[in-house]
């Protein structure tokens, strides 16, 4: 295995389990962005996203020596993340989703696309305003999920890794959401290409 032990996350981790100097605090800003969209994403509350972000990393700081390299360290840290965004909202009994999005039931979509192009909606200015708010009115999977995709633009399977959730799963919540926010924007501005 020639260079593994060269790779940059097995030498953060270890730089932080033996305690040198800066090494955690690389290690936060290497990843507080992630954490951020991932919790804000969840809880939606800037003050609780700060102090659940510093729970996350706490947590990261206790629980590090059981990471095994066994995912990239951003999947890791982003399951941390999620973990502690999900167990705010279940102390707050605040669903994470609608009743009739949490069927697990519905055929696995081999495909997220469903032909709407999101980035493109949000190169005009009124429909990314629009498309924002929709955003904000998705239920906390939802939009933390579409936050995953397509900001952090993360593959399926690392999303999966990080939520727990299967990837046909994802799928399905991803394509929903991205049909419901077409339907709710071409209601709110009127059909578009």
């Known amino acids: 295995m020639t260079g593994e032990s060269d790779h940059p996350d097995r030498l953060l981790v270890t730089a932080v389990l033996e305690r040198a100097p800066g090494a955690f605090e690389r290690l936060v800003r290497e990843y507080q962005g992630l954490c951020w969209h991932i919790i804000q994403r969840m809880v ?53 989703v ?10 696995p979509l081999d495909s997220v696309s469903d032909g709407f192009d999101l980035e493109a909606a949000c ?14 009115a998705l239920p906390p999977l939802q939009r933390t999920l579409l936050t995953l995709y397509h900001l952090e633009e993360l593959p399926i399977g690392e999303i999966a890794a990080m939520t727990g959730l299967a990837e046909g799963t994802i799928k399905s919540h991803l394509f929903r959401s991205r049909a419901r926010l077409r339907q709710r924007l071409e209601a709110r501005l009127g059909e578009f290409a």
Not at 86 to 91: A, C, I, P
Not at 99 to 105: G, I, K, Y
Not at 123 to 136: F, K, S, V, Y
Request: overall charge negative; some cysteine; glycine content about 2%.
């Open 44 to 96: 939606r509350h800037p003050d609780d996203t700060r102090e659940l972000c510093q729970e996350a990393f706490l947590r990261v700081h206790q629980c590090l020596h059981q990471y095994r390299h066994e995912s990239p360290l951003k999947s890791w840290i982003g399951q941390v993340a999620y973990s502690v965004a999900k167990r705010h909202l279940e102390r707050k009994r605040i669903p994470i």
């Open 98 to 107: 609608e009743v009739a999005d949490d069927d697990d039931a519905l055929s």
């Open 123 to 136: 190169a005009d200015e009124e429909i990314a305003a629009g498309l924002h708010a929709e955003i904000e």
